[in-house]
């Protein structure tokens, strides 16, 4: 970074101060990753400097030659990946993504049905707050209280009696399976069009290790920078050309201008990296790792959301450990364990202060860690969070000799692209 010292020292220097942040840090928050220096690469790159408004050979600017080719490469790269016929490449991130399926498939109020918030949906698959609850008129599903699991006969129900147009599967906070073949037989019910929001779990479904939505789902969401360990970015994938026409023309010109093409070599960078057989390992190891974490913690006696995992994801409720999620997830920061505090599913607490914890187990796979630090991870929550709960001074001294212990354990596991 040596012209950034130079021209901007005090970016350098924030840069440096994340950087070492990153490397020292037990990274647990379930949407984040380290992308590789090759992805690192290709984002910082002259590519930033091109404007491309348009698709390979159909552009509004000259001076394609190469730009056409990065982008059919990371096309090409994203169908034989996922096994779909058509890819688009060019949403900024997962809400732009999201927000074309709407424009692609429904008019200003009409109804689309998706996971309620606290359940673990994401905002734009109808939240209130959201343009996506402003703008069309959301119907929500949840889970059941007594198994913290959708409950495929109450979506049924909803469906029938609200005949949703528009239909999302998928979600943030979901660490369950999605049963795609029963929402595609729901959707095709009502005659909706289904979309899967694979966003969490796209690394998981290209290593094989969650079932994939490709012959269920009319149109596949993702980001491309959570499990899949790519760059900030995200595609829409389909396998019929009528919705690949719709999907294409609402990303461009619908909703975005030129699309940003260093992201998109980044993108197609990740995808030649997940297609790799080391990425189907760590796929399977993130599985693994989730898996011992939740046995670990659900040991130790916290409340686990749906009882485990089926993924990378785990969400607690702290309610039995006498705390609320935004302070034992402030005490866990400071002890070097990085993790988001969540609504849990009939949460009575309110979303900015509210009983749970989120967490995923990609960050630390892709440092190469395994089951045997999944048991040490889980045990330094459960110090932590017990200290904490507590109260201050216990909680000071815990927190001091942890973050030692986790500064000890990540001097040993150095994380891609640092
Ligand atoms: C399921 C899901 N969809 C969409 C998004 C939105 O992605 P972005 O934050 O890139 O807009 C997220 C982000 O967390 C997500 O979890």
Redesign the pocket.
Known sequence: MSSLNSVDPQIAELIKAEERRQADTVKLIA?ENYASKAVLEATGTVLTNKYSEGYPGKRYYEGQQVIDQIEILAIERAKSLFGVNHANVQPY??????LAIYLAFLKPGETVMGMGLPFGG?L?HGWSVSATGKWFNPVRYGVRQDTGRVDMDEVREIALRERPKLIFC???AIPRTIDFPAFAEIAREVGAVLAA?I??IAGLVAGGAHPSPVGHADVI?T?T??TLRGP?G?MLMATSDEHATALNKAVFPGLQGGPHNHTTAAIAVALKEAATDEFKDYARQVVMNAQALAEELSGRGFDLVSGGTDNHLILFDLTPKGIGGKPAAQALDKAGLETNYNSVPFDTRKPFDPSGIRIGTAGVTSRGMGVAEMRQIGAWIDQVVSAVAKGEDEAKHVITRVHGEVTELTSHFPAPGL
């Open positions: 949407s991130s997962g809400s732009p993504a999201n994401h734009t998928g979600g943030t929001d966003a969490h969401s980001t920078h959570k900030r995200a």
